[in-house]
């Protein structure tokens, strides 16, 4: 049996009357990449920031470690698991460095605001991102895939050993969509990080992932290996899709090609050219 | 040149980052103000040469001139300072507390509370109850009105921007109160009244400035001690709750400093408007980013803009003594319109 970071016992989640997510028990394995993947409005984000306690559950309780994250104090949980929000702003003429130092708050007091620890442990995080020489440039002032690994440093400077990601590579390109993966990535390599993400693209979920996460009316509709997870069957009831899945031929991880009109037509034309 | 100066002694007690150009621009403005209290004391319809007003303070006899300046301007200027550097910094939490930079407390209605006490004393108890407990009035209609604010904005948690709309309504009725007893009041008190809600700190005495000193000198202190919380608010609420923070806890805490701050400055210096606005926007453009010097920077601005204010209002219009509040409107809004075209082209 795999040893469990973050366990849910029946939990619900919702909106005033609107239930999102109905009794669901999960396991998130320690030390592994579990990626979330769903359709637009199935609960994938709800049930990370549920999890992130952004969100309190209906009912059901969330252990984290083995611990119920209710006996935790909101510091307690900081010092064990880092969230990155779906959204950001970085204020007017807040610094990289003066950004990623907030990710030793759980750490620190009213006194020890800045000690030798803290400073080792800012610049360790900002130098596996890449980001340390834009350590005194605003935050505003750089790219969407810069910004991005700001905030992931921000959040490896709380020195978690789970660390959650709600669609980190929205509003990216390509290449910095890989450049966020392939970070977290090595983060789980080298640093045995716990780490759970919420992606659209399957792609490069199915890439990354060691367990994969298949949401669907409230509740898992699959999760395995990637392998397990992405299946025709599998995309036609969670995405309402008809896809072929083929082999990735770089990382040999199952890859979907969906139907759409446009290729039926393709299709056809070829069809009918021969 | 090290931009930040790190306080990290041995024993590892505490620990601090000290940003030394900002520090030292804090300083500079601090001596600005001192230069011109000095100045602002000399001025009047006597003139009191510089060295007397320095003489004066480190303890030499100036003779008649004593009585000119501590009885009549030294705790007028004290109170209008003391004035202003509570809306400063009570502004500069709010704005902070909301993110959004057009907060104050005269706009969120915690101003318009203290007016509407204080108006309902001076129309209804004048000359029934000693004048002296109209600060205490204006205080506690400041407190009961936040309160009122703070339980309507209440919805699983404090929203920043349901507070201000729901503050901004307040201050609607409260204005709409306050006119309304305005007019059914007697011509005399409702000219005193007026003036009142202007801002005026004519014929302070020091009883005001021991009244005020104690409240203020707190609040100031633990306004520094909000810096932390401040700072990881501006990452927006989610990521503050994730680094562990009790945003609402939080928000209480500078909330009820502010209220404090706004409360006593209304309570003795009446409805100054403005400097709670505008102080804090100067002391960023100054400072920048760190709560922890913007508290004094604020405080020193919003102070010196206040008595400078009254410094001219009592001055320029001899015999005529123009309530502060006009002043600070008349000269900091188009300061403040200038500060912003500037900024523009900058």
Redesign the interface.
Known sequence: MMDEMLRTNSLTLGFKDRIVIDELDLDIPKGKVTILVGANGCGKSTLLRSIARLLKPKSGSIELDGLDMDQLSTKEIAKRLAVLPQSTSSPEGLTVSQLVKQGRYPHQTLLKQWSVEDEKIVNEAMTSTGVFEMADRPVTSLSGGQRQRVWIAMTLAQRTETLLLDEPTTFLDVAHQIEILDLCHMLNEVEGKTIVIVLHDLNLAARYAHHMVALKNKTIYAQGSPEEVVTTEMMKQVFALDCEVIEDPITLTPMTIPYSKKAARRVKERAFAL | MKKVF?L?PQS??????LPIVPIALTLCLFLMMVVLMIVGLSLGSTWVSPLAIMQYFIGIDVGANTFIIESLRLPRMLVALLAGAALGVSGLILQEMV?NPLASPDIIGITGGGAVAAVFFITTFSGILPMSLLPLAAMLGSAIVSVLIYALAWKQGISPLRLVLIGIGINAAMSALTTLMIIFSPINSSSQAYVWMTGSVYGSSWSAVQQMFPWIGCAMILAL?CA?AV??Q???E??A??????IQWQRLGMITVSVILAGVAVAFAGGISFVGLMAPHIARFVI??SFALLVPTAAIIGGTMVFVADVIGRTAFLPLDVPVGVLVSGIGAPFFLYLLYRNRKG
């Open positions: 790190t990290r590892g007690a505490f620990s601090l980052q993110r001690l932390r700072h990881v501006q990452l927006g989610d990521v709750k994730s680094l562990g923070a009790r920048g980013r």
